[in-house]
């Protein structure tokens, strides 16, 4: 348990101390945005470009890790609508955007941190390979889902062309395609740029995790906390189950392996789910507040992941 509390405990501090700070006015609230949009569009790019100059592809792209992790993803989706639809009485389009909420991880404002501190460098080459695609595979996919459930949707190729416009200037993901080509060109970074591209990765930590708890005081809990509390539970317990079920018992990964998959999927729900929500205008409350409980929530539930799967 001690060894839990060393890896979750200060990533959680930095977090309250975010959230604190812009409650009492320590910082101001109209700052939170920059920070966020620092580490996503310049701090992460680095991190990822640089771990993919010198990784070892034939070590990171594990399909037996990868798959049943977006197959959990998808799963817990379809399992979400469909409690959306008949329990909670939701339109197809706001089935939809519950079932994104419960879907989509935060792997990089908590997901780094967290599995930087508890399994070392050994562990981030598979994270890596898994947020590569976490962005381009499951925003098309929640926009071609969205598409289709809407009655007042677009053409599905709409969707399409979307979610493939937002892989193609994202910067995450232009960090990581650069790195790779560096990577298969042996690329030698002179000394300024290698030495300017580590000191604005050593910020995404502190920077992101200070900057999502700024974020959650603009999450306010609303009329429809059950049902975010019940997808924050989707999110965090049944996508890792479904996760490490087709991993170990049907795959055969080795636990000490696949416990990487599994306690990347056990993160809370990323901002991107506000954004999809707010771009749809569905269920825009219900996402706010999964960002919220399932954040909170996931302080108690990441510690028992890692007392499952161990540190």
Do not use: D
């Given at each position: 348990m001690l060894a839990v509390l060393n890896v979750v405990a200060p990533v959680f501090a930095l977090i309250g101390l975010g959230y604190f700070a812009v409650r009492l006015r320590l910082y101001p609230?109209?700052?939170?945005?920059?920070?966020i949009a620092y580490v996503?569009?310049?701090?992460?790019?680095?991190?990822l470009f640089r771990a993919m100059l010198t990784v070892d592809f034939e070590a990171?792209?594990?399909?037996?890790?990868?798959?049943?992790?977006y197959l959990g993803a998808v799963s817990v989706m379809v399992l979400v609508f469909l409690i959306a639809r008949n329990l909670f009485n939701r339109t197809p389009g706001e089935a939809v955007a519950?079932?994104?909420?419960?879907?989509?991880?935060?792997?990089?404002?908590v997901g780094i941190p967290i599995m930087q501190r508890a399994y070392g460098d050994e562990a981030m080459p598979i994270v890596y390979s898994i947020i590569g695609l976490h962005a381009p595979l499951l925003m098309t996919f929640g926009m071609f889902a969205m598409e289709l459930a809407r009655r007042d949707g677009g053409k599905i190729s709409t969707a399409l062309l979307q979610g493939a416009k937002k892989s193609v200037t994202n910067p995450i993901l232009i960090g990581i395609a650069l790195g790779m080509i560096g990577n298969l060109v042996n690329l030698d970074m002179p000394g300024v740029l290698d030495d300017t591209t580590a000191l604005l990765a050593s910020t995404v930590m502190p920077v992101a995790l200070f900057g999502l708890g700024g974020a959650l005081n603009e999450y306010k809990l609303a009329d429809t906390?059950?049902?975010?509390?019940?997808?924050?539970?989707?999110?965090?317990?049944?996508?890792?189950?479904i996760a490490w079920v087709i991993m170990v018992p049907v795959l055969r990964v080795d636990p000490e392996i696949a416990r990487y998959g599994v306690l990347l999927a056990a993160m809370p729900a990323g901002i991107n789910v506000y954004i999809f929500s707010t771009f749809y205008n569905r269920s825009v409350d219900i996402a706010a507040n999964t960002i919220l409980i399932s954040t909170v929530m996931s302080v108690f539930t990441i510690s028992m992941w890692l007392l499952v799967l161990g540190t």
């Open positions: 609230r109209e700052g939170v945005r920059g920070l996503n569009n310049f701090a992460t790019p680095c991190l990171a792209f594990v399909p037996s890790i990868i798959i049943p992790f519950s079932g994104f909420a419960a879907m989509f991880t935060n792997t990089v404002l906390w059950l049902q975010a509390a019940l997808m924050s539970g989707f999110k965090l317990v049944v996508h890792p189950a």
